[in-house]
Nanobody, 125 residues
Framework: QVQLVDSGGGLVQAGDSLRLSCAAS????????MGWFRQAPGKEREFVAA????????YYADSVKGRFTIFRNNAKNTAYLRMNGLKPEDTAVYYC??????????????????WGQGTQVTVSS
């Protein structure tokens, strides 16, 4: 089992940067691909980025490509999402999640079986 705790959100201005963290406890973190999703009010949860177990493979939604970077530190059992050039449309609750597998990068919610509690990111214009 894996427990995930998201942190690092906040209120920022357009163009600013934030780094989100996802601290994992329990077994199997190093055997799982990890993902970040977000959910804005009234909208479905959407994929943001994913990273495989080694950190060598990554995958991004088109809306964040070139601005966001996903990375992980397996020694610290932590995954991160670096967000640069934030836009008001990035405003959402951000969730990290553990994939059911180690290497294949998925963008669908049902492929992930453990979720963090979410951290709010608000970007003002």
């Amino acid at each position: 089992q894996v427990q995930l705790v998201d942190s690092g959100g906040g209120l920022v201005q357009a163009g600013d940067s934030l780094r989100l963290s996802c601290a994992a406890s329990g077994r199997l973190f190093n055997d799982r691909a990890m993902g970040w999703f977000r959910q804005a009010p009234g909208k479905e949860r959407e994929f943001v980025a994913a990273i495989n177990w080694s950190g060598r493979g990554t995958y991004y939604a088109d809306s964040v490509k070139g601005r966001f970077t996903i990375f992980r530190n397996n020694a610290k059992n932590t995954a991160y999402l670096r967000m640069n050039g934030l836009k008001p449309e990035d405003t959402a609750v951000y969730y990290c999640a553990a994939d059911r597998n180690a290497n294949v990068l998925h963008s669908r919610v049902y492929e992930y079986d453990y979720w963090g509690q979410g951290t709010q990111v608000t970007v003002s214009s």
